[in-house]
């Protein structure tokens, strides 16, 4: 098999309707199942794929189909249920390397499954990596479904129609358009594999044991209890009925195949059980059983993609499911959660059962519930495709230890969460398990920023543990949202409005001085010896009437986006029987334009919510817990508000070039490493991003010569030693500034030389630079998040001070903008104490040729510009460092199952 060929391997993907297919190359062992699909095939379909009813066309295609493999020709074939439902195919064009013709064929009793598309998907990943850019189709103009396939695919296609045929020319660059379109028949098709998890008519609960502390009863006594609407039985030999269900002795005994089973058998039994059940005909696992080891691992999950079953775990709580028409409480759960409205996905069994309570607590409630367990196969991203459409889910929380594929994620987790919150545990934010850095880019990419780049792009709101997420959905479900950052504080206890006022700012919001004319307003509402400088101190004196008017008074006013009340009991109160929490809990509807939370220090709850007119009003019992959610309730008001962002164009590159440098570098060093100078030049050079004039020079005339050439005579330079494998050159002293004239440069060079003979193999030469804001930019390929883009204060300081901002490439124009303006030297950038702005249009177009770049060029693993000098007339990179690896491209968007 040639190397052409090796590159695409076996993989599972989803149909419209939902059933596994696999996708591989085809080869001379499908011949007679592929000669199989034309002969079953009806005159008229065949009439349509060879302009003739010929089943001799068909056997000629076969022979073509599955010879061995050959350059230029690629055929992929879909397979399902042992038979072959599909075919596609392209063979390069003879007078354009960049073209190639395809064909494609369905089975009768599979159009409209979405087979043909899947296909040339998947044809298309493979045609960009061979090289070509454009695919060529003759067909019948009456033949509507195969126009009607290229036509929805996404890419850009023309048409030209003559003599009863149509001439298809598809374009293969792909871009927004076609990632959504890829996006969309993604959910269609995840959304129906899901509904015999989600939604199932029937139930088969494998494993119930007969003692009432087994696991698998204990989930069949919570789908009795739960009221579940289908079908329920249950798999035990030894007994006839379990908790009132039916019991048969085997999965192949069943009277009829259920949608779901949830299996609870000792681990070495799982695969031998799962295949049981997909000889049955079950359509998707939830198993509970711990313990799998690699081995057994990898056989639960080839059983479940050969029979085309979704699987949920193993070792997982279980699934539940609260609507009306279902009423499924698969877990095994000491406690059933409220019906509700937001969706629950959980790695940790633990975490969820405390989300559980938590949302039953506050009273939200659950919508959905699955607990992933070790994720072998349904992920966060599946569910939140189910919760985009399944009519009940307004509010998303995950716990998600690790990611199958981020970048699917983050397009996901973005289109989700312009419809409703989705809220996540930032688990495992310890750099435990990062490799050590070998450049600044490395050092500073930790895995805590890798996460939350992700998270902010896809906005996402990420929290630091449970008790946050629920002080955060409770205050997301509960008030408008506030549309910035400008907190009220009011207080019946001035001490406590000061503390209060205090975990705003920590929070990252602004407590701002009141309007004098808003002030006064309050002041008269309020009784005497109150103050409105913000915090705003009521006195222990104020009444329910007056502190609902002032609150009010102050939530209509467009000078701050929340009210913050804190109330401690009084004496005062209790002797009046006035009650100030009540001015919270009876708020009119019509003043909810603004966010209005409370603070009570003496309640029990951690949160609860406060019923309200046309509402309810957030309770927190410490001031920190009210701050950081309103922070991120004002983040992600933030979010909303902001274009979602493009990725630009970026003109006068030359990836073929690039590709070719970097495979010649790998040619002479197959294991990669770090390139050397004039390489790092020459690549920089493809993308356009700006360096500091360089010459190469390896001994000390030519060092004196290229300092001549570049600054003439007086003219002074920076002498750079090199060798491979040489990072941080001013650690290494193998830096030499400010030389003036030949003989400064030929004793620096010689000095150089003689402290490191034998390693260093030359010397970079480069005009000393003038005065600028010297600033660090870099990307690191992340093995599971992708290319990450890092930027923030340069110099020799710039791991000490980690002055960073850092987004996931292809950078759009957003994110080019957060990563200017995050980082705290942003002003030095935009002209600080009367310095001018730096030339932003040119750090920006540097910022998007380096996302280009690491997009571009999947062997790029580091690259490190430090120090990027900024000035009001350009920008350069001074040093660059830059390393890559032999690796193959990986289009994280393609359609596939793990």
Same mark, same amino acid.
């Given at each position: 098999?040639?190397?052409?060929?090796?590159?695409?391997?076996?993989?599972?993907?989803?149909?419209?309707? $939902?059933?596994?297919?696999?996708?591989?190359?085809?080869?001379p062992e499908d011949h007679d199942q592929v000669l199989w699909l034309y002969e079953e095939m009806s005159d008229a379909n065949l009439r349509l794929r060879f302009f003739a009813p010929s089943h001799r066309?068909?056997?000629?295609?076969?022979?073509?189909?599955?010879?061995?493999?050959?350059?230029?020709?690629?055929?992929?074939?879909?397979?399902?249920?042992?038979?072959?439902?599909?075919?596609?195919?392209?063979?390069?064009?003879?007078?354009?390397?960049?073209?190639?013709?395809?064909?494609?064929?369905?089975?009768?009793?599979?159009?409209?499954?979405?087979?043909?598309?899947?296909?040339?998907?998947?044809?298309?990943? *493979?045609?960009?990596?061979?090289?070509?850019?454009?695919?060529?189709?003759?067909?019948?103009?009456?033949?509507?479904?195969?126009?009607?396939?290229?036509?929805?695919?996404?890419?850009?296609?023309?048409?030209?129609?003559?003599?009863?045929?149509?001439?298809?020319?598809?374009?293969?660059?792909?871009?927004?358009?076609?990632?959504?379109?890829?996006?969309?028949?993604?959910?269609?098709?995840?959304?129906?594999?899901?509904?015999?998890?989600?939604?199932?008519?029937?139930?088969?609960?494998?494993?119930?044991?007969?003692?009432?502390?087994?696991?698998?009863?204990?989930?069949?006594?919570?789908?009795?209890?739960?009221?579940?609407?289908?079908?329920?039985?249950?798999?035990? %030999?030894?007994?006839?009925?379990?908790?009132?269900?039916?019991?048969?002795?085997?999965?192949?005994?069943?009277?009829?195949?259920?949608?779901?089973?949830?299996?609870?058998?000792?681990?070495?039994?799982?695969?031998?059980?799962?295949?049981?059940?997909?000889?049955?005909?079950?359509?998707?696992? +939830?198993?509970?059983?711990?313990?799998?080891?690699?081995?057994?691992?990898?056989?639960?999950l080839t059983v479940c993609r050969r029979h085309g079953m979704r699987l949920v775990g193993p070792n997982c709580l279980g699934i539940a499911n609260a609507e009306t028409a279902v009423h499924m409480d698969?877990?095994?759960?000491?406690?059933?959660?409220?019906?509700?409205?937001?969706?629950?996905?959980?790695?940790?069994?633990?975490?969820?059962?405390?989300?559980?309570?938590?949302?039953?607590?506050?009273?939200?409630?659950?919508?959905?519930?699955?607990?992933?367990?070790?994720?072998?196969?349904?992920?966060?991203?599946?569910?939140?495709?189910?919760?985009?459409?399944?009519?009940?889910?307004?509010?998303?929380?995950?716990?998600?230890?690790?990611?199958?594929?981020?970048?699917?994620?983050?397009?996901?987790?973005?289109?989700?969460?312009?419809?409703?919150?989705?809220?996540?545990?930032?688990?495992?934010?310890?750099?435990?398990?990062?490799?050590?850095?070998?450049?600044?880019?490395?050092?500073?990419?930790?895995?805590?920023?890798?996460? @939350?780049? !992700?998270?902010?792009?896809?906005?996402?709101?990420?929290?630091?543990?449970?008790?946050?997420?629920?002080?955060?959905?409770?205050?997301?479900?509960?008030?408008?949202?506030? @549309?910035?950052?400008?907190?009220?504080?009011?207080?019946?206890?001035?001490?406590?409005?000061?503390?209060?006022?205090?975990?705003?700012?920590?929070?990252?919001?602004?407590?701002?001085?009141? %309007?004098?004319?808003?002030?006064?307003?309050?002041?008269?509402?309020?009784?005497?010896?109150?103050?409105?400088?913000? #915090?705003?101190?009521?006195?222990?004196?104020?009444?329910?009437? *007056?502190?609902?008017?002032?609150?009010?008074?102050?939530?209509?006013?467009?000078?701050?986006?929340?009210?913050?009340?804190?109330?401690?009991?009084?004496?005062?109160?209790?002797?009046?029987?006035?009650? #100030? +929490?009540?001015?919270?809990?009876?708020?009119?509807?019509?003043?909810?334009?603004?966010?209005?939370?409370?603070?009570? %220090?003496?309640?029990?709850?951690?949160?609860?919510?406060?019923?309200?007119?046309?509402?309810? +009003?957030?309770?927190?019992?410490?001031?920190?817990?009210?701050?950081?959610?309103?922070?991120?309730?004002?983040?992600?008001?933030?979010?909303?508000?902001?274009?979602? $962002?493009?990725? #630009?164009?970026?003109?006068?590159?030359?990836?073929?070039?690039?590709?070719?440098?970097?495979?010649?570098?790998?040619?002479?060093?197959?294991?990669?490493?770090?390139?050397?100078?004039?390489?790092?030049?020459?690549?920089?050079?493809?993308?356009?991003?700006?360096?500091?004039?360089?010459?190469?020079?390896?001994?000390?005339?030519?060092?004196?010569?290229?300092?001549?050439?570049?600054?003439?005579?007086?003219?002074?330079?920076?002498?750079?030693?090199?060798?491979?494998?040489?990072?941080?050159?001013?650690?290494?002293?193998?830096?030499?500034?400010?030389? @003036?004239?030949?003989?400064?440069?030929?004793?620096?060079?010689?000095?150089?030389?003689?402290?490191?003979?034998?390693?260093?193999?030359?010397?970079?030469?480069?005009?000393?630079?003038?005065?600028?804001?010297?600033?660090? *930019?870099?990307?690191?390929?992340?093995?599971?998040?992708?290319?990450?883009?890092?930027?923030?204060?340069?110099?020799?300081?710039?791991?000490?001070?980690?002055?960073?901002?850092?987004?996931?490439?292809?950078?759009?124009?957003?994110?080019?903008?957060?990563?200017?303006?995050?980082?705290?030297?942003?002003?030095?950038?935009?002209?600080?104490?009367?310095?001018?702005?730096?030339?932003?249009?040119? !750090?920006?177009?540097?910022?998007?040729?380096?996302?280009?770049?690491?997009?571009?060029?999947?062997?790029?693993?580091?690259?490190?510009?430090?120090? !990027?000098?900024?000035? %009001?007339?350009?920008?350069?990179?001074?040093?660059?460092?830059?390393?890559?690896?032999?690796?193959?491209?990986?289009?994280?968007?393609?359609?596939?199952?793990?």
């Amino acid at each position: 098999m040639t190397e052409t060929a090796r590159r695409i391997k076996p993989v599972h993907a989803l149909l419209a309707d $939902g059933r596994t297919v696999e996708i591989r190359p085809a080869g001379p062992e499908d011949h007679d199942q592929v000669l199989w699909l034309y002969e079953e095939m009806s005159d008229a379909n065949l009439r349509l794929r060879f302009f003739a009813p010929s089943h001799r066309s068909g056997r000629m295609d076969a022979d073509r189909i599955c010879r061995p493999p050959r350059p230029g020709f690629r055929a992929l074939i879909a397979y399902y249920d042992g038979s072959i439902v599909g075919v596609a195919e392209y063979e390069r064009s003879g007078t354009d390397p960049t073209a190639a013709e395809i064909a494609l064929a369905v089975a009768d009793d599979f159009h409209h499954r979405g087979v043909g598309t899947l296909l040339l998907e998947h044809l298309v990943h *493979a045609a960009r990596g061979d090289g070509i850019t454009a695919f060529t189709a003759d067909a019948l103009s009456d033949n509507h479904e195969v126009l009607k396939v290229f036509a929805d695919l996404g890419l850009h296609t023309a048409r030209h129609f003559e003599h009863g045929e149509v001439h298809c020319t598809v374009r293969l660059e792909p871009d927004e358009q076609y990632l959504a379109a890829v996006d969309e028949r993604g959910r269609s098709a995840d959304t129906a594999s899901l509904r015999p998890l989600l939604r199932p008519r029937s139930i088969a609960v494998v494993g119930a044991g007969r003692s009432p502390g087994s696991v698998g009863r204990a989930v069949l006594r919570n789908l009795r209890r739960g009221g579940f609407t289908g079908r329920l039985t249950a798999v035990n %030999p030894k007994v006839h009925a379990i908790e009132h269900t039916p019991c048969y002795p085997s999965v192949d005994r069943l009277p009829q195949a259920p949608d779901l089973a949830v299996l609870a058998v000792p681990a070495a039994a799982v695969p031998e059980t799962a295949e049981q059940c997909g000889q049955a005909g079950v359509r998707a696992l +939830v198993v509970l059983s711990a313990g799998l080891d690699g081995k057994l691992g990898r056989e639960l999950l080839t059983v479940c993609r050969r029979h085309g079953m979704r699987l949920v775990g193993p070792n997982c709580l279980g699934i539940a499911n609260a609507e009306t028409a279902v009423h499924m409480d698969a877990t095994f759960a000491a406690h059933r959660a409220l019906p509700g409205t937001a969706g629950v996905a959980v790695q940790s069994g633990g975490v969820g059962i405390a989300l559980l309570g938590g949302m039953t607590r506050l009273g939200i409630g659950v919508s959905s519930f699955v607990s992933l367990g070790d994720k072998y196969d349904v992920s966060g991203n599946d569910l939140l495709q189910w919760w985009e459409s399944d009519g009940h889910t307004d509010l998303a929380l995950l716990h998600l230890e690790s990611f199958g594929n981020p970048r699917a994620f983050s397009r996901t987790a973005r289109r989700v969460a312009r419809k409703m919150p989705v809220l996540t545990v930032d688990a495992g934010r310890s750099a435990a398990g990062r490799r050590a850095a070998a450049s600044h880019t490395a050092a500073a990419a930790t895995r805590t920023m890798t996460r @939350q780049a !992700l998270f902010t792009q896809a906005g996402v709101i990420a929290t630091r543990t449970v008790g946050e997420l629920l002080d955060t959905a409770a205050l997301l479900h509960s008030r408008p949202l506030p @549309q910035g950052g400008r907190i009220a504080v009011v207080s019946n206890a001035g001490g406590a409005g000061v503390l209060a006022a205090d975990a705003c700012v920590e929070a990252g919001l602004t407590v701002p001085e009141l %309007p004098a004319i808003l002030a006064d307003e309050v002041l008269a509402l309020l009784p005497a010896g109150a103050t409105a400088a913000n #915090p705003v101190d009521t006195t222990a004196a104020v009444g329910e009437a *007056a502190l609902r008017a002032g609150v009010d008074r102050l939530a209509e006013h467009g000078a701050v986006d929340a009210v913050l009340v804190v109330l401690v009991p009084t004496a005062l109160a209790a002797a009046t029987g006035d009650d #100030p +929490v009540r001015a919270l809990s009876l708020r009119a509807p019509d003043h909810r334009s603004r966010t209005v939370v409370a603070v009570l %220090p003496d309640q029990a709850e951690s949160v609860r919510l406060l019923p309200s007119a046309g509402g309810t +009003v957030p309770a927190y019992a410490d001031p920190q817990s009210a701050a950081r959610a309103l922070a991120h309730a004002a983040g992600r008001a933030r979010w909303l508000a902001q274009p979602p $962002g493009t990725v #630009p164009d970026v003109a006068g590159t030359d990836p073929a070039r690039a590709h070719a440098v970097v495979d010649a570098f790998l040619e002479r060093q197959p294991d990669g490493g770090w390139l050397d100078p004039r390489t790092c030049a020459e690549l920089l050079d493809c993308y356009g991003i700006p360096q500091l004039p360089s010459f190469w020079a390896d001994t000390e005339q030519a060092a004196a010569e290229a300092a001549s050439r570049l600054t003439g005579p007086g003219g002074r330079v920076a002498l750079k030693a090199y060798w491979p494998g040489l990072v941080h050159k001013s650690e290494q002293g193998a830096v030499v500034l400010d030389l @003036q004239g030949p003989e400064q440069v030929r004793t620096a060079y010689r000095d150089l030389a003689r402290r490191f003979a034998g390693t260093m193999t030359g010397a970079l030469v480069q005009p000393m630079a003038g005065r600028g804001t010297e600033l660090f *930019a870099g990307m690191v390929a992340d093995e599971v998040f992708g290319p990450l883009v890092v930027f923030g204060l340069g110099g020799t300081a710039t791991e000490l001070l980690a002055d960073h901002a850092a987004r996931l490439a292809p950078l759009t124009d957003r994110d080019v903008h957060d990563l200017i303006t995050t980082p705290l030297c942003a002003p030095l950038l935009f002209g600080y104490r009367g310095s001018g702005p730096v030339d932003l249009e040119g !750090l920006e177009q540097l910022l998007l040729r380096l996302s280009a770049l690491a997009c571009d060029l999947p062997q790029l693993v580091e690259a490190d510009f430090n120090p !990027l000098l900024a000035r %009001p007339d350009g920008i350069a990179a001074l040093d660059v460092r830059i390393r890559v690896l032999p690796r193959r491209r990986h289009d994280p968007y393609l359609r596939r199952l793990r």
